[in-house]
DNA sequence: TGATATGTTATCTT
DNA sequence: CAAGATAACATATC
């Protein structure tokens, strides 16, 4: 599921391939997708586009697309759309099939230059027009971003020593951590060799620095191999092609198997109702 | 077939 | 009241 490292990945390829560009139309497939008035939006130009935790942020020129693909969003954009209506794709996306619009289309911007298309198996995610003032407010309250100056292991152990949730679930807040979600949270973990149950304020200042060191480690893995895109999983970059840190995981989606480290197997638990794993040998 | 998976938020329980 | 736990959302897959 997208979380930071898919996200940017597709924040990545937005940034190139649409800023500069005009939106010359909104054609709204499911209502409940699309807050705000899609008329609004037609004939501005894509300033830049940012990620804020696992949120996507579209900045037109006077308004905001503010995007969130919860579990199985998907932005898939293609240049220079035919003639037709339909574009057959030149492969398999999980969930839509191969051609363009599919079922599981909700939203298609027609920008200079091509379309894109929001797909949504689950229908969880949203698109929601912002003006200026909504967005700074909405912005100022997103903290704990990974790859800024505010995330030291300082900034972790005060989160921590404030609760006795389990760290998995802690590292999985994103109103304490941005962008963290089942997949790297897992990962860092097992980086930090940190037991997934333990209360975060148990963790000690040690075990708080290995954390972070782990924490990213595994986002800029991920970021390096373009997000994770497993069988079950709708993530795939905006072009169609899947991330491969699915081939990188320690131990998410690994139980039965051999732990990399000392062979031990992977352990599978629930907590919160989501899967997790690790390695009884090596996370204490 | 009914359980499972999944992020976030609303709502329930302790 | 607050912290923590769970239900709800939608739907393909097994």
Partial sequence: MPELPEVETIRQYLGRH???KTIKNVEIRKAKIFQGNPKQII???IKR???RGKHLIIHLNKDILFIHLKLTGQLVFVPTFPPSNV????????????????K???????IDGGK????????FGWIKIMKNEEFRIKNSELRGEPFSKEFTPEYLQKIFAKTKKPIK??????????GIG????????????????????????EEIKKLHRGILRVLTDGLKHHGSSTADEAYIQPDGSPGSYQYHFRVYQRDGEKCRVCEEKIKRIKMGGRGTFFCPKCQK
């Fill in 18 to 20: 649409l800023v500069g």
């Fill in 169 to 178: 679930i802690v590292l999985m807040d994103q109103e304490k951590i941005a």
């Fill in 116 to 123: 894109l298309f929001y797909n949504d198996l689950r229908q």
């Fill in 104 to 110: 599981t289309t909700h939203v298609i911007f027609e």
């Fill in 182 to 205: 089942n997949i790297y949270a897992n990962d860092a973990l097992f980086e930090a060799r940190v037991n997934p149950l333990r209360p975060a304020n148990s963790l000690t200042s």
């Fill in 87 to 102: 574009y057959t794709f030149p492969r398999h996306i999980p969930f839509a099939g191969t051609e363009l619009p599919a």
């Fill in 43 to 45: 004939g501005q130009k």
């Fill in 49 to 51: 586009v940012e990620r």
